[in-house]
C-alpha cells in the first residue's frame, strides 16, 4: 500500500470530526496503522492564509495556525513531510498540467508525485488530473 497525503481540506474535516467516505477512512486507518499517513507543511500555509480571510476561515479551533497543525499532526498521527528542491522543482512544473497556479494544490500535487503518494482530496480538479493522468497523480476521494 503506498503512502497516503492528506488534503488540505481533508485535514480540517477530520479534526472537525467531519465524515469522510467510508472507503476513504478505511484508507486513512490503514495508512495510520502502517505509519505511511502524511500531511504537508502546504496544509500550515493554507490554514494560515485562510484564517486571514473574513469569510470561509477554516475552523482552527481558536487555535493559531501553527499550534492548530501541531495539533492535527498529532491527533491524526501522520508525520509531516518537508517540502524538498525536488518537490518545489515539481510544483514549478504543475500548473502547466493542472491548468492552475493555485501554490497550495501545486505543492500538494507535487508532493504527492515526487514521494509516490496517493491523496486524499475530495478537490473535483484534482480528481480531474488523476482520472485524465493516473500515471501522474493518483487520489483517494474523501
Known amino acids: 500500500m503506498p503512502g497516503l497525503l492528506l488534503d488540505t481540506h481533508a485535514v480540517i474535516w477530520?479534526?472537525?470530526?467531519?465524515?469522510?467516505r467510508s472507503s476513504a477512512e478505511a484508507r486513512i486507518a490503514a495508512a495510520q496503522a502502517a505509519?505511511?499517513?502524511?500531511i504537508?507543511?502546504?496544509?500550515?500555509w493554507e490554514v494560515g492564509v485562510g484564517a486571514l480571510k473574513r469569510k470561509n476561515r477554516p475552523d482552527t479551533?481558536?487555535?493559531?495556525?501553527?499550534?492548530?497543525?501541531d495539533k492535527a499532526v498529532l491527533s491524526i498521527?501522520?508525520?509531516?513531510?518537508p517540502i524538498t528542491k525536488a518537490i518545489a522543482v515539481e510544483a514549478s512544473r504543475v500548473p502547466a498540467i493542472y491548468g492552475s497556479?493555485?501554490?497550495g494544490?501545486?505543492?500538494?500535487?507535487?508532493t504527492a508525485r515526487v514521494?509516490?503518494?496517493?491523496?486524499?482530496?475530495?478537490?473535483?480538479?484534482?480528481?480531474?488530473?488523476a482520472q485524465r493522468l493516473p500515471k501522474y497523480l493518483q487520489i483517494v476521494p474523501c
Open 105 to 110: 494544490d501545486c505543492f500538494l500535487i507535487a
Open 101 to 103: 497556479g493555485d501554490p
Open 61 to 69: 479551533q481558536g487555535l493559531s495556525p501553527d499550534n492548530w497543525f
Open 35 to 38: 505509519r505511511m499517513l502524511f
Open 77 to 81: 498521527g501522520a508525520r509531516v513531510l
Open 115 to 129: 514521494r509516490g503518494l496517493s491523496l486524499a482530496t475530495r478537490d473535483e480538479r484534482m480528481a480531474a488530473l
Open 40 to 44: 504537508s507543511p502546504i496544509t500550515a
Open 14 to 20: 477530520m479534526i472537525a470530526g467531519e465524515p469522510l
